[in-house]
């Protein structure tokens, strides 16, 4: 079975800083995706970034981005010049043939 | 079990027959959550049950759509006259409430396709 962890309950940044979550999988699958999804106070789960396995190059959208290392199954989101809106809890999720796995959560804390 | 347990895991319909689809929550979790994963998209709130409070249903994309929780134990969503835009992952999700410090689990998903 798939499992994601997320090694770190709770991390906080500076305002205008650069923060680095990490998450690590397990799987035995070659073809599957792999997603951050914040979580603000509201029950919405928000699409951050996306990686599919198969492509090499690091996925990027505007501050964030990750770092991909399929051989050690490492997908670390990086938020560059943070903000305090991004303050919210971090999944990490792993999908395959419609299974989805998530990590159980790290939730960022955004000092002004 | 220890996780939260969604059942079926696959489901193939045919266009136009109702399917419903089952969520075991963490036992002790007051809160229960419904997402649909399109493929490629991210998730979409569906409904959430907060202990005996009526449901919040302002995700349900039409009235095909409903869901019904027995307390605090298994919740079942249901699809009427399924759609082949239906067709998606669906997860159930559960914490031990509201605050936001609780973590949230999730079950592996119901993946649904309507032919």
């Known amino acids: 079975a798939q499992t994601v962890t997320q090694s770190q309950p709770e991390m906080s940044v500076q305002e205008a800083e650069t923060v680095t979550l990490s998450c690590t999988y397990d799987?035995?699958?070659?073809?599957?995706?792999l997603f951050w999804y914040k979580q603000p106070p509201s029950r919405q789960m928000i699409l951050v970034i996306r990686?599919?396995?198969?492509?090499?190059q690091n996925a990027t959208e505007n501050r964030f981005s990750v770092n991909f290392q399929k051989a050690a199954k490492s997908f670390s989101l990086k938020i560059s010049d943070s903000q305090l809106g991004d303050a919210a809890m971090y999944f990490c999720?792993?999908?395959?043939?419609?299974?989805?796995?998530f990590g159980d959560g790290t939730t960022l804390t955004v000092k002004p | 079990g220890a996780g939260v347990s969604q059942s079926p895991s696959n489901k193939v319909t045919e266009k136009g027959k109702d399917v419903e689809l089952r969520c075991d929550p963490i036992s002790g979790h007051t809160a229960l959550y419904w997402y649909r994963q399109r493929l490629g998209q991210g998730l979409e709130f569906l409904i959430y049950?907060?202990?005996?409070?009526?449901?919040?249903k302002s995700g349900l994309p039409s009235d095909r759509f409903s869901a019904e929780r027995t307390g605090e134990s298994v919740s079942t969503l249901t699809i009427q006259r399924t759609q082949q835009e239906d067709s998606a992952v669906y997860l159930c999700?559960?914490?031990?409430?509201?605050?936001?410090?609780?973590?949230?689990?999730f079950g592996e998903g119901s993946w649904l396709t309507v032919v």
């Open positions: 999700a559960s914490s031990l409430n509201r605050g936001r410090r609780n973590t949230i689990y």
């Open positions: 049950f907060q202990g005996n409070s009526a449901p919040d």
């Open positions: 799987t035995s699958e070659s073809d599957y995706y």
């Open positions: 990686q599919e396995a198969y492509k090499q």
């Open positions: 999720a792993y999908r395959s043939q419609g299974k989805s796995t």
